[in-house]
């Protein structure tokens, strides 16, 4: 069974910026449409981002359009890169498996296998 670790969060003053990481043990997503949600105490799991299965199409959620970018190397892992941050991006950052050969989807029930989390800080 193919399991997600994500890496990369921690804590950033405002303005600042991270790249997660999102890698696969015992398998491979290569094939595979993949997301990055995110999750802030008390509020629902919110879409941040998702990638094609070859990478050519993306979308954003509208709260991070502009400050982010979703990339992906297939033989490794997935990205995600996060500039001028705000304390409101303050959260746990998943990322997720979705449909093979497939070009990605905003909606959390797309997705098949899910990470364990980053805590991603933003201070003010």
């Known amino acids: 069974q193919v399991q997600l670790v994500e890496s990369g969060g921690g804590l950033v003053q405002a303005g600042g910026s991270l790249r997660l990481s999102c890698a696969a043990s015992?398998?491979?997503?290569?094939?595979?449409?993949m997301g990055w949600f995110r999750q802030a105490p008390g509020k629902e799991r919110e879409f941040v981002a998702s990638i094609s299965w070859r990478g050519g199409v993306t979308y954003y959620g509208d709260s991070v359009k502009g400050r982010c970018t979703i990339s992906r190397d297939n033989a490794k892992a997935v990205y995600l890169q996060m500039d001028s941050l705000k304390p409101e991006d303050t959260a746990v950052y998943y990322c997720?498996?979705?449909?093979?050969?497939?070009?990605?989807?905003?909606?959390?029930?797309?997705?098949?296998?899910w990470g364990q989390g980053t805590q991603v800080t933003v201070s003010s």
């Open positions: 015992g398998g491979t997503f290569s094939n595979y449409a």
């Open positions: 997720a498996v979705g449909e093979a050969y497939s070009s990605g989807s905003r909606s959390p029930r797309y997705y098949n296998y």
